[in-house]
């Protein structure tokens, strides 16, 4: 089942206040492709949701590709790749 974000959500996911996230909603869309709301409920007073997998892959697609690849690489494999790269730094620094 997909899990709905109320704009207050959305915002705390953002790192915004949900007044600032109201008022950069229309230029995140336009801009960045923000997803757009998904309205839950019925009648004229429908609160804005937002469907959370559409908002976690537009906040992977905004990182930077090599901070998107160790964070889905398995922790063990990047420790162990800070590890090897340590040591090839300390060889090159004695060299």
Do not use: C, N
Request: charged share 30%.
């Amino acid at each position: 089942m997909r899990r709905l974000l109320t704009t207050a959500e959305v915002a705390q996911k953002l790192g915004y206040s949900t007044g600032r996230f109201a008022a950069l909603r229309a230029q995140l869309v336009s801009a960045r492709r923000f997803p757009l709301p998904v309205f839950g409920g019925g009648g004229r007073g429908r609160k804005a949701r937002y469907d959370e997998g559409a908002i976690d892959a537009w906040l992977d697609a905004q990182m930077d590709p090599a901070l998107r690849a160790t964070r889905d690489t398995p922790r063990a494999i990047v420790h162990e790749a800070a590890r090897d790269w340590e040591a090839v730094l300390e060889q090159r620094l004695q060299a």
